[in-house]
């Protein structure tokens, strides 16, 4: 499968005609002119190639084939290299997948290099094609497009995240405790965690596009970026409530199997009470037939009329007062 998705030369907001990464240079020298390329995972050589047709710093290149790098925006002369980090829900394994899609946006041209899980920029040319008197404001308006497509994708994770802490929290107040329940908790909020890092940054990003004074983004094209950034914003307190929400759910969840500790401690208690008093009754019996069980020879109760029932009338008097003693010790 090739690298290269995409490369269309437009003019005047109209898609023009797919070119050559070879032929740029030539088109690019007719007025009124801009080159969208989408690559995917391009290998060196292609990215050389790019390199030399646009002029690209040497470290922007480096960074968008190496990958994994945090997202930020950097300004090389008259060129922006930014990078973003893409997010889609596995609906299979019901996980949170991060891809990259790497930007080099200059004054007639826009370059979008994806890295990882990432959905394919298709229908966001498609609609920005849809739209030529916007098109038209050049490579600053398709970025806006592509970066509104990214944030937007936050959403339906972010949503889907929500349904698992609510799920969660139905768990935890339905008496079914377990380390089980423990670790899914503490499995949303690393997976949150990975969201506020990825989402993070670009409100810093959104707000040095909308003040950049450079002449790749127009002075018309500024303000498409604040709805990028108002999104940003609304995803970011999403998250921060998620977080603050889970943490809520950890502490009663502990609290909660605390609780139950402590009940089932009290009853073993309760248990061990009685077990206790009762040994304690029955220990009484036990020893007062284990004294009349040695054959001593010299034993005077034995010939008295009335050592028999005197001593079981004691045995059974002892045996009820430790009774109503435990009673009313609330051991029984």
């Known amino acids: 499968m090739s690298a290269v998705i995409n ?14 990464i070879a032929d740029i240079c030539e088109v690019l020298q007719r007025p009124g002119r801009f080159v969208w390329i989408g690559l995917h995972e391009p290998d060196e050589d292609l990215l ?29 002369g008259e060129s922006l290299f930014i990078v973003l980090r893409t997010v889609q829900m596995n609906g299979k394994e019901n996980k949170i997948e991060f891809g990259e899609t790497h930007f080099f946006v200059g004054l007639h041209y826009i370059v979008t290099v994806r890295h990882g899980s990432s959905l394919p920029y298709t229908d966001v040319r498609m609609r920005c094609e849809s739209t030529p008197h916007l098109l038209k404001k050049g490579p600053g308006f398709a ?26 929290e139905e768990v935890i107040f339905g008496e079914s405790f377990s380390r089980e329940t423990t670790a899914r908790i503490y499995g949303l909020k690393r997976e949150l965690l990975e969201v506020k890092r990825a989402i993070s940054p670009l409100i810093d990003i959104c707000n040095r596009l909308m003040r950049f004074d450079l002449e790749v983004l127009p002075p018309d094209t500024r303000p498409y970026f604040r709805d990028v950034y108002d999104h940003t914003i609304r995803i970011n307190e999403m998250v921060d409530t998620l ?3 889970l943490t809520t759910a950890l502490e009663a969840n502990f609290s909660l199997i605390s609780i139950t500790q402590n009940e089932v401690m009290k009853t073993q208690n309760e248990v061990m009470k009685r077990f206790g008093g009762w040994a304690a009754i029955f220990a009484i019996p036990t020893m007062v037939a284990g004294i009349y069980g040695m054959n001593f020879q010299w034993m005077p109760e034995l010939n008295w009329r009335y050592g028999y029932p005197v001593v079981l009338t004691l045995a059974f008097g002892l045996c009820l007062g430790l009774y109503i003693h435990f009673k009313r010790s609330g051991w029984f």
Do not use: S
């Open 7 to 20: 490369c269309v030369a437009y003019a005047g907001g109209q898609r023009e005609q797919a070119v050559d």
């Open 48 to 76: 050389e190639q790019v390199q030399a047709a646009f002029g690209l710093h040497d470290l922007a290149i480096e960074d968008a084939h190496r990958a994994h790098q945090r997202p930020k925006i950097e300004v090389y």
């Open 143 to 168: 970025l806006y497009a592509l970066m509104d497509a990214i944030v937007d994708q936050y959403f339906p994770v972010v949503d889907a995240l929500e349904h698992q802490l609510q799920a969660l």
């Open 243 to 245: 977080r603050e929400l």
